[in-house]
């Protein structure tokens, strides 16, 4: 069975595969060792194919991982959506799940804006706060109106070093479709409008491209 993998897994999955061989060459004992490693390198960056559900008003997960404990929280001031705090949805990948995030709606992007900073363990909630991120405001595509607009936030954690986003200011995005990834280990942060009715409890395990997070209202 093939594997669907991410393009930004070839050159660690190379470097492991690589290293196993010669590890293997040396000693045998040392290439078995090393072999779960490989193993684990070509399933963190595993890309499966994921249908979301029907219905463009439910926001879906942009991450596999838990649910967090759901707060209020100001979002992320760069992205110009005002003081007042909103609901906030944040999801833990540990090592283990797949890091490719998703579009969780269709609509356009209205601003990106990437802040770096630390590398606090992802699970806590002053991450959000602290931690490099890769923000995204986002329109759904049936809402005109800036107060409803949602924002997505990637994470850097205590082991990720690295976010990827590949979409830009103005794309035009669709429910489901892939824009990025972080690698090793992190978390996301999904920012509700006022109107967003929750539709999954806190410590809810979440697929990205798959699991109903809210339903928008519009």
């Known amino acids: 069975m093939r594997i669907p993998i991410h393009r930004e897994g070839w050159p660690f999955i190379a470097l ?29 960056f595993r890309d499966p194919e994921r249908t979301p559900p029907p219905g463009e008003n439910l926001l879906i997960s942009p991450a596999d991982g838990k649910l967090l404990p759901t707060i209020e929280a100001v979002p992320p001031a760069e992205l110009g959506l005002g003081p007042q705090p909103r609901r906030r949805l944040s999801i833990f990948m540990d090592v283990f799940s797949v890091h490719v995030n998703r579009m969780p709606l269709s609509g356009r992007v209205i601003a990106l804006a990437y802040r770096s900073g630390k590398f606090i363990n992802a699970s806590f909630d002053k991450a959000s706060e602290h931690n490099e991120r890769m923000g995204a405001r986002v329109r759904w595509m049936n809402s005109s109106n800036p107060d409803e607009d949602i924002a997505v936030v990637q994470i850097a954690g205590l082991v990720a070093r690295r976010i990827v986003c590949d979409i830009k200011e103005g794309d035009t995005v669709k429910r489901g479709e892939r824009y990025g990834m972080i690698r090793f280990g992190s978390r996301l942060d999904v920012y509700l409008p006022n109107s967003a009715t929750i539709m999954i409890q806190d410590g809810s395990v979440t697929r990205a491209g798959e699991t109903v997070l809210a339903e928008l209202q519009g």
């Open 16 to 44: 492991f595969a690589a290293v196993n061989a010669v590890a293997f060459w040396l000693w045998l004992w040392a290439g078995l060792a090393l072999l779960p490693l490989t193993i684990w390198c070509v399933a963190f």
